[in-house]
């Protein structure tokens, strides 16, 4: 069907770096946005899988442990939202083994930031930004609201996420999707309506709420960033250009962090912080500081993985069930109230979820049924005619979020 994908296919073992499609060499096509969307590593494929399994795992550690980590740093009288900040994106010198040692140990043939064009640059860069301004507003939700409340309120990114998916990748809407939206938001009002009996101790009605609205913020923000990324993944041949691009937006969101630290007091009040201020020691302290910087690297990398493989309503709806587990897990290690309105608020967020995954599955199963039937059409001898046809009949898996 592709006569012109052997000449680029690598004649060493694949690597993560080699997962490159040649449908990206036909820009000028009518199947340009297929073979965009066919750049992530194929389902058959020997790399698709594992790299799958880890990207959700790397999503399953991160978001849990980031969340709890996050929280300890407050609850032992660290006090710098800054430093929050700083701790969500300052890990992107880990990636940079993963950039140059397969390509400095001959595993792979392509030069590191290879295509890299100016565009995704400048494109990396504004999300980059973007994310830095999430990161604060996650960190002013966190420092004032359980985990519990905060993760329930973090899924209403999944309702933001379908909105934007809607007008950014064209993501069609369906009465699950309408569903689970209606369900998430519900979960949400609950949980506003219940403040006064959720509310910690000493905490103000106006710092609630402050938390309250940043953690919507943050949803909000986030769910942006999954449909932006999703597209400018279309532009992206190989998983080693989406470990390119974390590093560059992560670079630029670790500068936006570190100028407000720096008007904060800097390194040094952060230094002040751990020896004087935060009741568990400094060696303590800096070991949070590290495990909190490797537990949120595992969890955008397991995003952007999750993204680059299958789509950005996917990895939204990844990130929800995890919120579930993060409710869970604030409860069982923090005491987090779990009373009657929050057990209603969870109850309508999981069935929000699974109603958004039973829909999935249907459209899914309905489609590779109707991909399975033979094909009722008249000969053609255009082969043009017959690429076209045959994009047009596989579009709508792409719009879905699989991968054909």
């Not at 066919?38 to 959700?56: C, M, Q, W």
């Amino acid at each position: 069907m592709q006569p012109e994908s052997s000449p680029n296919h690598h004649h060493h073992s694949p690597t993560l770096n080699d997962m490159e499609t040649p449908d990206h060499k036909q820009e000028h096509s009518s199947v340009v946005s297929l073979a965009a969307s066919e750049g992530r590593p194929h389902k058959t494929g020997n790399g698709y899988v594992p790299l799958l399994v880890i990207s959700a795992l790397c999503l399953f550690v991160g978001s849990v442990s980031s969340s709890l980590l996050a929280k300890y740093y407050f609850i032992h009288k660290g006090s710098s939202r800054w430093v929050s900040t700083w701790v969500q994106c300052a890990g992107f010198p880990l990636l940079v083994p993963f950039i140059y040692v397969p390509y400095f140990l001959k595993r792979t043939q392509r030069r590191p930031f290879t295509r890299f064009t100016r565009k995704l640059w400048v494109m990396s860069v504004f999300v980059g930004l973007m994310i830095g301004i999430n990161n604060l507003l996650f960190s002013w939700g966190t420092s004032y609201l359980p985990v519990s409340t905060s993760s329930l309120l973090l899924s209403t990114q999944l309702l933001f996420n379908l909105i934007l998916s809607v007008l950014i990748v064209k993501q069609k809407i369906t009465f699950s999707n309408l569903n689970c939206v209606i369900l998430l938001t519900l979960s949400s009002v609950l949980l506003a309506l219940s403040e006064s009996r959720d509310r910690p101790p000493g905490l103000t009605r106006a710092k609630y709420f402050i938390g309250f609205l940043s953690t919507v913020g943050a949803g909000l923000l986030f769910a942006l960033y999954l449909p932006v990324m999703e597209k400018i993944y279309k532009k992206v041949y190989c998983y080693a250009m989406v470990i390119e691009m974390q590093l560059v937006m992560e670079i630029a969101a670790t500068a936006l962090a570190t100028v407000g630290m720096v008007a904060d007091g800097g390194f040094a009040e952060m230094k002040r912080e751990g020896e004087r201020v935060f009741d568990r020691g400094a060696r303590v302290y800096c070991a949070t500081v590290a495990m909190t910087v490797v537990c949120w690297q595992m969890c955008f990398m397991g995003t952007a993985g999750m993204v680059f493989m299958t789509s950005s309503l996917t990895g939204g709806v990844c990130m929800t069930a995890l919120l579930a587990l993060n409710v869970l897990a604030g409860v069982v290690v923090y005491q987090d109230d779990f009373g009657g309105v929050k057990i209603v608020s969870t109850v309508l967020c999981m069935w929000g979820f699974c109603s958004y995954v039973y829909g999935m599955h249907m459209m899914n199963t309905k489609h590779h049924g109707t991909k399975n039937k033979p094909s009722v059409t008249t000969a053609s001898t255009n082969p043009g005619e017959t690429m076209e046809m045959a994009s047009l009949a596989r579009t709508p898996d792409i719009a879905s979020g699989g991968s054909v």
